[in-house]
T-cell receptor, first 114, second 113 residues
Framework: DVKVTQSSRYLVKRTGEKVFLECVQD?????MFWYRQDPGLGLRLIYF???????EKGDIPEGYSVSREKKERFSLILESASTNQTSMYLC?????????????FGPGTRLTVL | AQSVTQLDSQVPVFEEAPVELRCNYS??????LFWYVQYPNQGLQLLLK??????LVKGINGFEAEFNKSQTSFHLRKPSVHISDTAEYFC???????????FGKGTRLSVIA
């Protein structure tokens, strides 16, 4: 079974702090994704990556950056956390070469910025 | 561009009653369709997917969905729901090629005893 893990289930940070959210997958997937989930807005794509050291902006990249130094790990960085970044963050991965791009999700990190 | 509309944000239903969660998509090309389920405080789990072939797709936990190309719909159904089906359900679409899924805004299903 594909396993996607996220470093924290719950995180509380203060405004202005630099925040790192880590995601690791163990199935050698090429593609990795970061979403944020807010009530009534569904899942919104922040960034994704098709390969090591590659990244693409999603729909809402402002205020975020990412890092992918190893194939299995994809980090989401909040350079200076703000209260409007309080949200549930979901990481996902998928394999290149399948036509249908099924994504596998981690359990999520609920971030609160005070 | 693709988009997904889930027509109901919340659906309350009594236990053992049938339920239908509606999903419409827009795309100018052939697509692949998915339903994911999210139980409280968890990530998303794949419920079922339509890739090709039979338009009626069966998934886990007794759910099924029907692909209707002419109506660009992919509604999710279950003939008899349980309390444990209480969750949020997301419809998603993908086109061929290495592109991220596009998700609807979700439908919160609440099963009432």
């Amino acid at each position: 079974d594909v396993k996607v893990t996220q470093s924290s289930r719950y995180l509380v940070k203060r405004t202005g702090e630099k925040v790192f959210l880590e995601c690791v997958q163990d199935m050698d997937h090429e593609n990795m994704f970061w979403y944020r989930q807010d009530p009534g807005l569904g899942l919104r794509l922040i960034y994704f990556s098709y390969d090591v050291k590659m990244k693409e902006k999603g729909d809402i990249p402002e205020g975020y950056s990412v890092s992918r130094e190893k194939k299995e790990r994809f980090s989401l960085i909040l350079e200076s956390a703000s209260t409007n970044q309080t949200s549930m963050y979901l990481c996902a991965s998928s394999r290149t070469g399948t036509a249908y791009n099924e994504q596998f999700f981690g359990p999520g990190t609920r971030l609160t910025v005070l | 561009a693709q988009s997904v509309t889930q027509l109901d944000s919340q659906v309350p239903v009594f236990e053992e009653a049938p339920v239908e969660l509606r999903c419409n998509y827009s795309s100018s090309v052939s697509v692949y369709l998915f339903w994911y389920v999210q139980y409280p405080n968890q990530g998303l789990q794949l419920l079922l997917k339509y890739l090709s072939g039979s338009t009626l797709v069966k998934g886990i936990n007794g759910f099924e969905a029907e692909f209707n190309k002419s109506q660009t719909s992919f509604h999710l159904r279950k003939p008899s729901v349980h309390i444990s089906d209480t969750a949020e359900y997301f419809c998603a679409v993908s086109k061929a090629g290495n592109t991220p899924l596009v998700f609807g805004k979700g439908t919160r299903l609440s099963v009432i005893a």
